[in-house]
């Protein structure tokens, strides 16, 4: 196979849907506030609201100074790769500022403008799931993935894939997330193989083929994926496009669970090697379950 997007895209500026910052619910720290009602009773005059009581931020050392002013000079001169590194200190609450995904929504927002392919990424995933002070914007998280996806960024390929797969944020379209799905797989993406093996497995969106299945999996299983171990196991014990071996199966079921993969386990106990933790029964991963797992991993 040819890689796709071997070369990478020159970064473009990029118009996202919908009016700037609209996905953002709370101002940025030192935004004025929109004036409003506020209901007031006997009670709340006579006692003040209590305000929480944030921890004593850590004094900054002279070098953390310098470096945060530097940054700071970097991002407002328009420099993406500072900004980028201003979201992810906003989101986690370092270098003395404070934790605020809003804030970091607004950074990536600015890097992700400029064409930065991995703000673009950050803030699509982001923006998909939402958080504290963030709306779910599904919409503008497909732009975004497709708009760093073009420019060769390989989990953007997968989360436009399992995007277009679903129909979330855009119309579902088959053709091109097995297109996307693909084109991440090239690249070495072990969860976009599992994707496409669970497409071969089930029938979504291509013909059935146990064999493509198996070549998918195998594939990703060499990168020690959970997923794509487990499926292995389940197509040994099933006898999907080869002959039925428990014995394959086990051995599949058990580089799962040590790959970090619960459902391998599962499997185990169910097939009474490995001492049941809970009742809930293991099984092939479905498509949404191996989208789920990746999440977590990229």
């Known amino acids: 196979m040819g890689l796709a997007c071997a070369f990478p895209v020159a970064a473009q500026p990029l118009q996202l849907p919908g009016s700037p910052g609209v996905e953002v619910i709370a101002p940025p720290a030192g935004s004025p506030r929109a004036p409003g009602k506020r209901e007031t009773t006997e009670a709340t005059r006579r006692q003040p609201a209590a305000k929480p009581v944030a921890p004593k931020p850590r004094q900054l050392t002279r070098e953390e100074q310098q470096r945060r002013a530097r940054l700071l000079k970097r991002a407002r001169a328009g420099d993406p790769a500072a900004m980028r590194e201003l979201a992810v200190l906003h989101a986690q609450g370092g270098l003395g500022f404070r934790?605020?995904?809003?804030?970091?929504?607004?950074?990536y927002r600015l890097a992700a403008q400029a064409g930065d392919a991995q703000a673009q990424f950050r803030l699509g995933r982001l923006l998909l799931h939402g958080g504290d002070g963030v709306r779910r914007a599904p919409r503008v998280a497909a732009a975004l993935f497709l708009?760093?996806?073009r420019q060769g960024h390989v989990a953007s390929m997968y989360w436009l894939a399992h995007m277009l797969e679903r129909g979330i944020g855009m119309p579902r379209d088959?053709?091109?997330?097995?297109k996307w799905y693909m084109?991440?797989?090239e690249k070495g993406h072990a969860p976009a193989m599992v994707a496409l093996g669970l497409m071969a497995l089930t029938g979504r969106g291509t013909q059935r083929d146990f064999e493509q299945a198996r070549t998918w999996f195998a594939k990703a299983a060499e990168q020690k994926d959970g997923w794509?171990?487990?499926n292995l196991g389940a197509m040994y014990e099933m006898g999907w496009g080869v002959l039925k071996d428990r014995e394959k199966a086990v051995i599949f079921y058990e580089l799962a669970?040590?790959?970090g993969n619960p459902a391998?386990?599962?499997?185990l106990a169910r097939l009474g090697e490995l001492k049941p933790q809970h009742n809930e029964q293991?099984?092939?991963?479905?498509?949404?379950?191996a989208q789920g797992a990746a999440a977590a991993r990229n």
């Open 264 to 267: 391998g386990a599962r499997n």
């Open 99 to 107: 934790k605020s995904l809003a804030r970091a929504a607004h950074w």
């Open 257 to 259: 669970r040590e790959n």
């Open 282 to 289: 293991g099984q092939a991963a479905s498509s949404a379950d």
């Open 228 to 230: 794509a171990l487990n």
């Open 174 to 178: 088959m053709n091109e997330a097995r």
């Open 147 to 149: 708009a760093a996806a």
């Open 183 to 185: 084109k991440a797989a």
